[in-house]
């Protein structure tokens, strides 16, 4: 038996701006940088661990919080960048290296060891990284990368939702979500 409002002493419901309503939100969405090259800091240890498949020293590094004060993707995380040790194809660089030297970082790391204790020592300090928008459509694996071939909405901006052409149909699209991910750390005078 349900009760019937106009028998209980309820109270009026408290008035609401409709207008401006607080939706819930799951966390703060920052959102993400356009294209080029940003300041960031990582702000956590890097985990250490190895390359699948030959099995060079490689972290994941803490996220990369993008420093652009003034901008509405300042504070924006990138989460899961690698750098592992070993050498570029016919360059004489590595991506672990080029890290520690967009720190701004002119040690000389030889072994496993020295590298690993100069990577811990750059957390929270500022390093310069060429940022970029890459997507993947969960269903497939469909990656689309480079912002520039998102499309745009009504003012031109790129938007971080994309359809995947393999997945989608006429009636129900499957979307894949942009996240900024660091093409490649350059150094602090590049
Ligand atoms: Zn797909």
């Known amino acids: 038996m349900s009760a019937d409002v106009n028998d209980l002493t309820v109270r009026e419901p408290d008035p609401l701006e409709w207008d401006q309503y607080d939706d819930p939100t799951v966390g703060q969405r920052i959102p993400l940088p356009v294209k ?7 702000t956590e240890a890097p985990k250490p661990g190895m390359t699948k498949a030959d099995h060079y020293l490689q972290f994941e590094l803490g996220p990369l919080v993008v420093q652009d004060p003034g901008q509405v993707w300042d504070q924006h995380e990138i989460r899961y960048t690698r750098v592992n040790a070993k050498r570029w194809p016919n360059k ?11 720190h701004g970082y002119a040690g000389r790391p ?74 490649v750390f350059v150094g602090p005078t590049a």
């Open 110 to 183: 030889a072994s496993n060891g020295e590298y690993e204790q100069a990577v811990v020592a750059m957390v929270n300090h500022p390093c310069r990284g060429l940022i970029d928008w890459e997507a993947r459509c969960k269903q497939c694996g469909w990656r689309l990368k480079g912002m520039d071939k998102f499309p745009k909405d009504e003012t031109g901006a790129y938007v971080t939702r994309v359809k995947c052409p393999t997945c989608s149909t006429t009636e129900k699209p499957v979307e894949a979500y942009a996240n900024a991910v660091v093409k």
């Open 36 to 42: 080029g090259v940003y300041t960031l800091i990582p």
């Open 92 to 102: 004489n660089a590595s991506g672990l290296a080029d890290y520690l030297r967009s």
